[in-house]
């Protein structure tokens, strides 16, 4: 009877933990880099977890990352002037995203658009194909744009 008792407590003391680790796992399957368009524009983004348990999507590259005269593009557009001398392939797009395990996406933050220099909410979760769609909304009018993951 005591072997039942404790491995009945053991059980109740661990299924918290499982579940939370595979919480966590489905979360983090957002980690990664990732290579998408917009327009014309083709880039790669690196998606990272951070201290506080959320995640931050940052711009490693760009294929056309200088103008006409070789100087490397920055992000003239920002809304935050201390931001503009940034270049466009360091750019942050979000932070402080959570992944929502009600709704089985990510959201809850704003991701910026740096070709017009705004801010929208920010909604991602993975297609049926496997791509992350990312969804901006800002006045009721959403955008979605794909990103594939890269092995």
């Known amino acids: 009877m005591k072997r039942i008792l404790i491995l009945l407590l053991t059980l109740l003391c661990v299924s918290p933990i499982i579940a939370q680790n595979t919480l966590n796992d489905k979360a983090d399957n957002i980690v990664g880099t990732y290579s998408g368009k917009q327009g014309n524009d083709r880039f790669k983004v690196k998606i990272v977890k951070l201290t506080d348990g ?17 100087n490397k593009i920055l992000d003239s557009k920002n809304p935050d002037k201390s931001l503009r001398k940034q270049p466009a392939d360091r750019i942050v797009l979000f932070s402080g995203l959570k992944y929502n395990n009600k709704k089985h996406c990510w959201n809850d933050t704003k991701i910026y658009d740096p070709q017009r220099g705004i801010k929208a909410n920010m909604t991602a979760e993975f297609s049926s194909d496997g791509r992350l769609r990312i969804k901006g909304s800002l006045f009721g009018i959403s955008e979605s744009v794909y990103w594939t993951k890269e092995k």
């Open 54 to 70: 959320t995640y931050r999507g940052q711009v490693i590259w760009i294929e056309h990352d200088k103008d006409a005269k070789g």
